[in-house]
Antibody, heavy 117, light 107 residues
């Protein structure tokens, strides 16, 4: 069974940092391009960024609002995707989801990040 | 690539057919266009990828079509659990943009 499970969300003050994890199973993680998206309260889905597979250079790409503050990485030895979030702002408050279009696709249940003073 | 979904809200009754549109500001390479269903408290549910391929476990009442700049999600006969918000996303070119969503509500 294809499964993605996010963790690491929580409450943080503006300017703080948080690292989210996404544990993958049930598919060949090494070959998958992995994505983070988010949804703020009352807003639509927003793409955060993605990381390509190692064979594709492990290139990362980011949405403009998070460029320079967020970093996506992966550990293919443990089938884990990460999102390091620094210099957090109140507008980063959202549910964060990891996902992939590899195979027939899979998306996790999400983890809530709240940025507030 | 800017994605524009229409209509913003679709008011229909169970059993009716729903047709949702997603128009791209430029051609989506390789038809890398997906449709998601979003319900409160639940994960984004991938319905369609590659414009017309149903994801695993998605009922055949959901179908995707289109290419280039014009894409459509059709729900042939609405079930009660289908009333939700639907988003299209192009996932070829960074930034991998979403449309603003179409809400399918019970009439």
């Amino acid at each position: 069974e294809v499964r993605l499970v996010e963790s690491g969300g929580g409450f943080v003050k503006p300017g703080g940092s948080l690292r989210l994890s996404c544990a993958a199973s049930g598919f060949t993680f090494t070959n998958a391009w992995m994505t983070w998206v988010r949804q703020a309260p009352g807003k639509g889905l927003e793409w955060v960024g993605r990381i390509k597979s190692k064979t594709a250079g492990e290139t990362t790409e980011y949405a403009a609002p998070v460029t320079g503050r967020f970093t996506i990485s992966r550990d293919d030895s443990t089938n884990t995707l990460y999102l390091q979030m620094n210099s957090l702002k109140t507008e980063d408050t959202a549910f964060y989801f990891c996902g992939t279009f590899y195979g027939s696709g899979a998306w996790g249940q999400g983890t809530l990040v709240t940025v507030s003073s | 690539i800017v994605l524009t979904q229409s209509p913003g809200t679709l008011s229909l009754s169970p059993g009716e057919r729903a047709t949702l549109s997603c128009k791209a500001s430029q051609s989506v390479p390789n038809n890398h266009l997906a449709w998601f269903q979003r319900m409160p408290g639940q994960a984004p549910r991938l319905l369609i990828y590659g414009a017309s391929n149903r994801a695993t476990g998605i009922p055949d009442r959901f179908s995707g079509s289109g290419s280039g700049t014009d894409f459509t999600l059709t729900i042939s006969r609405l079930e009660p659990e289908d009333f939700a918000v639907y988003y299209c996303q192009q996932y070829h070119v960074s930034p991998c943009t979403f449309g603003q969503g179409t809400k399918v509500e019970i009439k």
